[in-house]
């Protein structure tokens, strides 16, 4: 059995004031956000903000990219929850398109995590690649709940394609090559034409 | 009328010497880029292996992100020629396939350019992002010619869509999140999905 000897302290081996550090650490990275990209973000800034030393938040995260991964998991997990609280379309197709409608709005209200998620994405820090692994299956999964009408194999490749345009459009978003009302539109026409029966 | 009086001197502009200098500072940096990361590449390498000065490079391109942007495009419209020379499917689905099938092996080939792309269209510098412009144009143009037996405005979804996938696909195998194989199976998907009559 492996034994995790390294790296940033799991919060499931938290107490209760830990969690609750850790949470401070998160919602001061996530004001600093609001104001500055992600690579001008500096964790002492956010040490500063949170009131925990330089040295505890390395206790909980093993980098300036861990801590911003798991920062964009934290939102991306919010959000599934507050989506979830929303009710849905019956019929699949509309559903799944809304369930893209409500992802795609939600980097539209808070463009800066569209930076984020390129940010973590270019990360090499392993815990930042798992933070993006925990991302995926996350978004990932939802999407297969919402495709589990398809025959698998069309599902897949829908996801994939759906997962590609996105990616694509917050770079192009962030980079001001195309706008996230322009996103909009074009996901919404992905859905169409991918799920038409 | 505008005279154009500041930035780098126009290729329509140039004498033959200046052209063909032009073109030794471009295959300096292919060069180089096939050895190394954009964001690594240095105009005063570039400059000693074409046997160029660095003035006289900034005489033809007004900066790093500039010149590689030119790189970008002239290897992008070198693949367009090639392209051209060898024959497309009559079909129009097939035909529109088998180009983005076609782009996906450059880039598959050599991967220096999807990093190169990236780099380029991230870009704030006024002539990469004119370098950009050129280069959708380009692309586009392709596309749109592809597609015209599509309705115009499902023509335009379908290149926004793919463009997009495009650019995400291209994203995540440089970041290592995803590989040239997995792109060119889901950008094959997409054409299927996207073109099914």
């Not at 759906?162 to 978003?173: I, S």
Request: include cysteine; charge should be positive; charged fraction near 25%.
């Amino acid at each position: 059995m492996a034994v995790e000897t390294v790296g940033p302290r799991r919060p499931e081996h938290m107490t209760s004031r830990q969690l609750d550090r850790r949470r401070r650490v998160l919602a001061a990275a996530h004001e600093l956000l609001a104001a500055a990209p992600p690579h001008e973000v500096q964790v002492k800034d956010i040490a500063e903000r949170a009131g925990v030393s330089l040295a505890a938040i390395y206790h909980y995260f093993s980098s300036k990219d861990h801590l911003l991964g798991e920062a964009l998991v934290a939102w991306a997990e919010g959000l599934g929850e507050s989506t979830r609280r929303r009710s849905l379309p019956k019929d699949p197709a509309a559903r799944f398109t809304e369930l893209i409608r409500r992802g795609v709005r939600a980097y539209r209200r808070e463009p800066q995590y569209a930076a984020l998620f390129l940010f973590v994405a270019a990360s090499r820090d392993p815990h930042a690649i798992e933070c993006m692994g925990r991302l995926s299956a996350h978004v990932g999964g939802a999407m297969a709940d919402a495709l589990s009408y398809l025959d698998a194999q069309t599902a897949l490749d829908v996801q994939r394609i759906v997962g590609n345009a996105w990616t694509g459009g917050l770079f192009e978003c962030v980079h001001g090559l195309s706008s996230f009302a322009e996103l909009e539109r074009s996901m919404a026409a992905a859905c169409r034409l991918l799920l038409r029966a």
